[in-house]
DNA sequence: AATGAATGAGACTTCATTCAT
DNA sequence: TATGAATGAAGTCTCATTCAT
C-alpha cells in the first residue's frame, strides 16, 4: 500500500473513532448502531467495515486513542516539572481541573462505560489492567522519586498513594461526568492539598 | 388483593430482581435478555410482564432495591457508634472493607453501570441524583456533628469532605470490580487513617 | 340445572356481550382484548370462559344478538302498519330515521366489521348469509304483497327492490358510522321519497 | 440517489403493497403477519422495513394507493362523456359493472376494513374524510352541470343525490364482497335506470 | 475501492387460554 | 363454582454484518 493511500485511510479511521465516540457518549454503546456511525461520521457503512472488523473493534480501538492520549497529557505535563510535589500538584490543576471540552468527557464517559463492559470480556481486560498499572506507575514513580530525593515521607507507600490519587480521580470524574452539580473543581483543590501534605516532608 | 396474594407478588418480584441482577451483572443490562432472567428466575415471560412493565422498569427497581439496602446497612452501622470518628472508621471497616458476597458485588456493577446509563434518561437521573444528596448528606452530618462537638476541626467544610469520602469509595469499589487484582482492602485502611487524621482535632 | 342458575348464567352471558360489544367498538375486534372485557363487565375471566368458548364464540354470539333484536324492531314496526307504502316508510322513518343510541352505533359498527371478518370464515359467511336472506324476503314480502293488491306497480321486482332497500342503508349506514358529519338523516327522507316514488302506482 | 435506485425503491414499494393487499384481504389487516408480506412479496423483512416505517404505514399507503388508482379510474370515464346522462350511466356501466378482478375485489375489502378501522385513527379518518368530499364532489359536479345545462331536474340537490349514488354503491359492492351470491350486476342496471330517470329532465 | 441495499436472527412485548386454588 | 395467576407462542421491529454493483 503505497504512504499516500495508507494516510488516507489513518484519516478514515479517525474519522470514524471520532464519530463513534461522540455517539457511544450520547446513546451508550449498545444503543449507538452502525448507521448512527455512517451518518456521524460521513464514511459508508461498507468503508468502515473495510476499516473495522466489528462494533466492538471500533470501541476497542477507541480504548486505545483514549490509552494513548491519556499517557501523552500526562506525560507532557509530568515533564514541565521537577519536583515531586510540582508533579503531583500540576497533575491535579493541569490535566484534571475538570475544565473539560466536550471530546474529554465524552472520552471519560465511554471509558468508564467500556472499562465495565470488559468485565465481561477477558481479552480486554487484559488490556486495561496493563494500562491500569502502567498509570499506576507513573505516579508511584513520582512518588518514588520524591521519597528517594527526601521530599516526600519515607513512611509512606508509593504504590498505595499512587492507587489512592487514581481511586480519588476515578471517582470524582464519574461522578462530574453524571451528575452536572458535582462539585469538581472544588474537591480537586481540596484534594491535592490534603494529598500532598499527607506525603510531604512537611 | 388478600394479604396471602400480595406476599406471593412480592416474592415474585424479588425473585425476578434477584435473577435480574444476576443477569444484569454478567452480561450487562442490553445484552441480558429477558429470556435469560425467564431461565434464571423461573418465572414465566407473562409473569414478569405482570409484575413489571418493562426491562428497563427492572433496571429501575433494582436501583430502587441497592438504593435502600444501602441506606440501611449504612445506618445500621451508624447507629452502633457515637462518636465521629467511629462512624467514619466503621464505615470504612464494616461496610466497605471489600469482603463483599457476590450479591453485593453484582449490585455494585449493575449499579455503576446503571448510573452511567442513566446519563441518557433524565428521569432516571433526578432519581439518582436524590440518592447521590441523601448519601453525601448522612457522611456531611457525621461530619458536621464531629465538627461542632469538638472531636473534627472546624476549618475543613463537612460538604467538601463527604464528597471526598464517596469520591475516594466511588473509585475504588469501580476499580475492584474491574479489577480483581486491585488491592482494595489495603487501600481502604490507608484512605481511613489518612481521611480520619486530616479532619481530627491533633 | 336449576331455572334460577340458569337464569343467572343467562344474565352473565348478557353482561359479557355488552361489554364486548363495547370493547369490540371501541378498539377493534383483534384490538380488544379478554381482560379488557373482564374489566368492563367485572366477569372473571375463568367465569367468561366457562360462559363462551373463546373470544370468537363471544363474536359470534354478538352476530346473534344483533339479528335477533333487528329482525324483532323491523317486524315490530311492520305489524303497525297496513299498507305497503306506510311500512316501508315507517321503516325509513322509524327504524332507520338515525337517532340511533350509542348502543345501536355499536351494534352497526361490530356488525359491518364481523361481516367483513367473516369473509374468511365460511361458517359464519353461512349464517350471515341465512340472515341476509331472511332480511330481504322481508322486504320482498312486503312489495310483493303491494304489487298484488294494486298499491306498488307490477312492471317491478320486488327482490331487486328488495336489495336495493338494503344496498342503500348498508352504504348510508356505514357512512355515518365512520364520518359524523355524514347529512344521514336527510338522505333518508329524500331516499325514502325516490325509493316509494318509484315503486308507487301513480 | 439516483434515478435508477430510485426506481428500483418505487418498484420493491409496489410489490410489497400488493403483497400486502393480498395477504390484509384473505386474513384480515390484524391477522395478516409481517411474516406473510415478507413470503408472500420476497422482500425481505429488513429491506420492508426500510421502505414502510410500520405495518400501519403499508396499509395507510394502500389506501392512499386506492385512492389515487380509484380517482384516476373515475376520471377517465367521465372525460370519455359530455352530457351528465352519459356519465353518470358510464359510471354505473363501465366502472362499477362488477366484472372486478381479484385486485380491485381485494382494494375494496381492504378499504372498506380500513374505514371502519380509522375509527379509532383520528389521522386516518381526516385522510378518508378529504377522499368522501373529493368523491362526493365529482358526481356532486356533474349533477350541478346537468341542472345548469338544463338536462336534469332544477328541483334536485346535487349534493343530497351524489350522496344517494355513493351510498347505494359503498353498500351494495360490500354486499357483494361478502356474499358471492349478490345479485350485484343487475340491481347496478335497476339503480342507473332509477337514479338517471328520477334526476332527468324527462 | 467504495457503496448502501439486503438479510434474518433475535430482541422485547402481548394476550388468548388454561388450571390450580 | 369462581377466580385470576401463569403460560409461552407468536407478533412487530431492529440492527450488525455481508456482498453485489
Known sequence: ?????????????NKVLISALECFASKGYDAATMDDIVLHSSVSKGSIYKLFKSKEEIYIELMYKYTDEFFEEINLILAKYTTAREKLSSLFIEYLNGQFDSYKLNSFLVHFELQLYSTRKEQMLKLLEERRLKRLGIISKVISEGIQNGELKQTHDADVYAEMFWAFFDGAIETKLVFPNFPYEKLVIEQRDVFIKNLANN
Chains 1, 2, 3, 4 share one sequence.
Not at 1 to 13: G, T
Open 1 to 13: 500500500m503505497s504512504f499516500a493511500k495508507n494516510e488516507h485511510k489513518q484519516e478514515q479511521r
